[in-house]
C-alpha cells in the first residue's frame, strides 16, 4: 500500500511540472524575417491609423543585413503626406507616436531631444522605429530589427 501512494505522489509532481511549463515560459525569439514582417506590419498600421495620404515605401526590406555573430536584421521604410490636415511637423510626429502607441507597445526613447523625431523601442517584437515629420505636411517612420538569427 504505501508503494501506491508514493506512485501517486510521483504522478502529482510530473503533472505540476507538465502544466506549470517547468522552465522557461518565454517565447523564443523571432526570426529575423519573422521580425521583419512585425516591423513592416507596425509601420503599414501606424501611417495607416495617423492618416497618411499618397504613402511611398522607400526601403521595401526583406533583405538580411549581416550583423556578424551569424545574427542578421531588416529594416523597413515608407513616407507620406500628413492626411490629418496639420503642417506642423511637431504635431504629425505626436500623432504617428499616438498611432503607433494604438499599435502595439512601444517605449519611446529620447523623447525630449527632437519633437519632430522620435523613436521607439519594442523589447517583446525585438523592433526600434523611427517616427518623424522632415518637411511641412510629411510624414516617415522607419525602423529595423534587432539582430536575430535566420532561423
Known amino acids: 500500500m504505501a ?3 508514493w506512485q501517486s ?3 502529482a509532481v510530473v503533472a505540476i511540472f507538465v502544466l506549470s511549463g517547468c522552465g522557461d515560459s518565454a517565447p523564443p525569439p523571432p526570426t529575423a524575417a519573422q521580425a521583419g514582417a512585425t516591423l513592416k506590419s507596425h509601420i503599414d498600421r501606424t501611417l495607416k491609423i495617423a492618416m497618411a495620404a499618397d504613402m511611398k515605401i522607400t526601403d521595401p526590406g526583406g533583405k538580411d543585413i549581416p ?3 551569424g545574427k542578421y536584421k531588416r529594416t523597413y521604410a515608407a513616407q507620406a503626406r500628413a492626411g490629418i490636415g496639420a503642417k506642423d511637423s511637431e504635431i504629425i510626429t505626436l500623432a504617428l507616436v499616438g498611432a503607433l502607441d494604438s499599435v502595439a507597445k512601444y517605449e519611446l526613447i529620447d523623447v525630449a531631444v527632437n519633437l519632430t523625431e522620435q523613436k521607439a523601442v ?3 517584437y525585438r523592433t526600434r ?3 518623424s515629420s522632415p518637411g511641412e ?3 516617415e517612420a ?3 530589427t534587432e539582430c536575430l538569427a535566420l532561423k
Do not use: A, V
Open 3 to 5: 508503494h501506491c501512494g
Open 9 to 11: 505522489i510521483s504522478i
Open 67 to 69: 550583423c556578424g555573430n
Open 122 to 124: 519594442s523589447k517583446e
Open 129 to 131: 522605429i523611427t517616427l
Open 137 to 139: 505636411g510629411r510624414m
Open 142 to 144: 522607419r525602423g529595423e
